[in-house]
C-alpha cells in the first residue's frame, strides 16, 4: 500500500529560518488557495504572498509567503488556516441564526 501524502510540505529552497518559504498543499484548489492569500496578506509583516496551480490534473497548490523580519512564513500560514477557519465557522453562525429568523424569499416550484 502506497504511502499517504502529507497534506502540507515545506518545498526545496526554503531559507533555513523559513522566513521565505513554498508550500506544497495537497488535495487542494484556488478556493483555499485565494482564501489564504487574502488571509495572509492581510498580516503587515508579510512582504509577499502567492498561490499557484501547476498544473490542472495535479492535485495540488503551491503557496509562497515570503516575511519582513525574518519572521516564521510557517508560523503565518498556520495562523492564517486557524483564522480562515474561524472566519468559516463565523459565517456559518451568522448563517443559521438567520436561517432560524425565516426572513428570505421562498420560491415555490410550479407544476
Not at 5 to 21: F, N, Q
Not at 34 to 51: A, T
Amino acid at each position: 500500500m502506497a504511502e499517504p501524502v502529507p497534506k502540507i510540505r515545506i518545498m526545496k529552497g526554503a531559507e533555513p529560518d523559513l522566513s521565505a518559504a513554498t508550500f506544497q498543499i495537497h488535495d487542494e484548489s484556488h478556493t483555499i488557495g485565494n482564501s489564504l492569500r487574502w488571509m495572509i496578506m492581510k498580516n503587515p509583516k508579510v512582504e509577499f504572498c502567492g498561490y499557484s496551480v501547476p498544473h490542472p490534473s495535479e492535485n495540488h497548490i503551491q503557496l509562497r509567503i515570503q516575511m519582513y523580519d525574518n519572521l516564521s512564513a510557517l508560523d503565518t500560514l498556520l495562523n492564517a488556516l486557524d483564522n480562515l477557519d474561524n472566519l468559516c465557522e463565523t459565517v456559518q453562525d451568522a448563517y443559521d441564526t438567520s436561517l432560524k429568523g425565516e426572513r428570505y424569499e421562498r420560491w415555490e416550484e410550479k407544476s
